[in-house]
C-alpha cells in the first residue's frame, strides 16, 4: 500500500528551532497573514500538514519539502509564500498559497511555483475562504515590495476556494483575465475497483485490456512493485532514464534534459517519500520497468503526478495496465479520498479509466480593487506576445501553400 508513513513521522524530519520570523505580517477580518520564505515555510511543516489533512482541497504542490527542493535547485527565481493564522491563535494556521516571483515581459507572482507543477489552488481551512483570500489581497496590495498581478495555471474552478474567489473578485471589482478553461479527470468515489470500473469502462475494452496483459505477461513475468522510503531514491532514477528513452526524450522535453529540473525532482521525491508523501509504482517485467507511475500525496489527496512506460512493448497498453492496479490501490486505500489526474484537460490514461472531473481555469488576477488600466494594458502586450507565433505559423503555411495553389490553377486552365 502506498503512502504508509503517517504524517505523524515528521518529528524525525522537521527543522529543530524556534519559528522564523515572516518576512512581513499584517492582521485582518479574524486572520493573521505573513509572506515568508521556502526555508521559512519548511519550519512550519507540522502546522501546513494539519491544515492539510483539515482542508477540503489539498494541493501537494504546496508540500513545504517541495518548495524548498525548488528553491534550493533554482536559487535565481524566489519563492514567496503567503500564510494565514486565526488571529489569537499562534500555531492554527488556516491557509497557505505558494508563488514564484517571475520577471520578463510583466513582473507577476505565478502559481504553482514548482516545475512540473499542475495545481495553483490555495489550500485554506473549510469556513475560512474569503476570509483568508481577502486578506491575502489587502495585504499585496499594501506591500509595495510585491508585484500585483497573480498567474494562475489552472486553478480549481468549482471548488469552496475557486467560488470564493469569484464572490471576492467581483466584491473588489478586480481585474480579471481568463486565458483557458480545463476539464481533468478525477477519481473519487466509494466503490471498490471491480465495481467502479465496470461502470466506468465498457466492457469490450475491459476485454481487451485484459488481452493485452496477457499477451505482456507471455513476454515474461509480470509484476507490480510500489517503492516507498528510501527506496523512491533508486525508482526516482529508473523513472528518469525510463522517461528520457521515450517520446518525450526525443521531443526535448523529459526531466533529464534539464539540470535543474534533475535535481529539483531527485531532492522533492526524496524529501517527500521521507514524510510518507511521495511513493512509485512499477509495473516490472522481469527485472524490468515498462510502466511507472509517481505518485504524490498532500492531506487526503493523492496525485498521479508524471507517467512513463517503455515504447517496445507499447503495443501492450503498459501504461493502461499499471494505471488500472493504482486505481485499485487508491480506492482501496482509507487514507485517500480522492485522486488528482495532474492531467491538463481530458486527454490521456485517466480520462478513459476515471468519471469524475475537476474544473479549473488558467487566470490572470489584479489584486487591486476597483479595476487597473495597467492590467488592461499588460493584458492587451500578453495576447500580442501570444499571437504572434500564431501568425508566424499561418503566413509560413500560407507561403508553402501558394506554389500548390499555383500549380492547381495552372492546371484548371490547361
Not at 222 to 227: A, C, G, M, P, S
Request: proline share 5%; with cysteine; aromatic share 6%.
Amino acid at each position: 500500500m502506498a503512502f504508509s508513513v503517517p504524517h505523524s513521522a515528521l518529528s524525525d524530519h522537521r527543522v529543530a528551532h524556534a519559528r522564523p520570523r515572516g518576512l512581513a505580517t499584517r492582521a485582518a477580518g479574524g486572520a493573521r497573514t505573513e509572506i515568508v520564505d521556502a526555508a521559512a515555510f519548511l519550519a512550519r511543516e507540522a502546522e501546513f500538514h494539519a491544515l492539510a489533512e483539515a482542508s477540503p482541497e489539498a494541493n501537494a504542490f504546496l508540500e513545504p519539502a517541495m518548495l524548498d527542493a525548488a528553491q534550493r535547485a533554482d536559487p535565481s527565481v524566489p519563492i514567496i509564500i503567503l500564510l494565514a493564522w486565526e488571529d489569537g491563535a499562534e500555531d492554527r494556521m488556516i491557509g497557505a498559497w505558494a508563488f514564484a516571483r517571475r520577471t520578463g515581459l510583466f513582473e507577476r507572482l505565478h502559481a504553482p511555483a514548482v516545475p512540473f507543477g499542475t495545481l495553483a489552488t490555495p489550500v485554506i481551512r473549510a469556513g475560512w475562504s474569503e476570509t483568508v483570500l481577502a486578506a491575502w489581497f489587502a495585504h499585496l496590495d499594501a506591500e509595495r515590495t510585491m508585484p500585483r498581478l497573480l498567474e494562475l495555471t489552472p486553478i480549481d474552478a468549482a471548488g469552496p476556494v475557486g467560488l470564493a474567489l469569484d464572490r471576492l473578485v467581483a466584491t473588489r471589482r478586480c481585474s480579471r483575465h481568463i486565458v483557458a478553461r480545463h476539464r481533468r479527470p478525477m477519481l473519487e468515489s466509494a466503490l471498490d475497483a471491480d465495481t467502479y470500473l465496470k461502470q466506468a469502462v465498457s466492457g469490450s475494452r475491459r476485454s481487451k485490456l485484459r488481452q493485452l496483459r496477457a499477451r505482456l505477461g507471455r513476454k515474461g513475468t509480470l509484476r507490480r512493485v510500489v517503492h516507498e522510503g528510501s527506496a523512491v531514491s533508486g525508482a526516482t532514477e529508473q523513472f528518469l532514464a525510463l522517461e528520457a528513452r521515450g517520446w518525450k526524450g526525443r521531443r526535448g522535453s523529459a526531466i533529464a534534459v534539464d539540470p535543474g529540473k534533475v535535481a529539483f525532482v531527485r531532492g522533492m521525491l526524496g524529501a517527500l517519500a521521507e514524510r510518507g508523501c511521495a511513493a512509485i509504482s512499477v509495473l516490472m517485467l522481469d527485472e524490468r520497468p515498462v510502466s511507472m507511475c509517481v505518485l504524490l500525496r498532500s492531506g487526503r489527496t493523492a496525485f498521479t503526478w508524471k507517467i512513463a512506460y517503455d515504447e517496445a512493448v507499447g503495443a501492450c497498453s503498459p501504461g493502461y495496465q499499471l494505471a488500472l492496479d493504482d486505481t485499485a490501490m487508491l480506492l482501496a486505500d482509507p487514507a485517500v479520498a480522492r485522486t488528482d489526474s495532474c492531467a491538463a484537460g481530458e486527454n490521456g490514461i485517466m480520462s478513459e479509466l476515471w468519471r469524475e472531473r475537476a474544473e479549473s481555469v488558467d487566470v490572470f488576477l489584479g489584486v487591486r480593487p476597483g479595476g487597473d488600466a495597467r492590467f488592461r494594458a499588460v493584458m492587451t502586450a500578453l495576447t500580442v506576445v501570444r499571437l504572434v507565433p500564431e501568425l508566424r505559423r499561418r503566413l509560413q503555411l500560407r507561403s508553402r501553400l501558394k506554389p500548390i495553389i499555383r500549380s492547381l490553377r495552372a492546371g484548371r486552365r490547361r
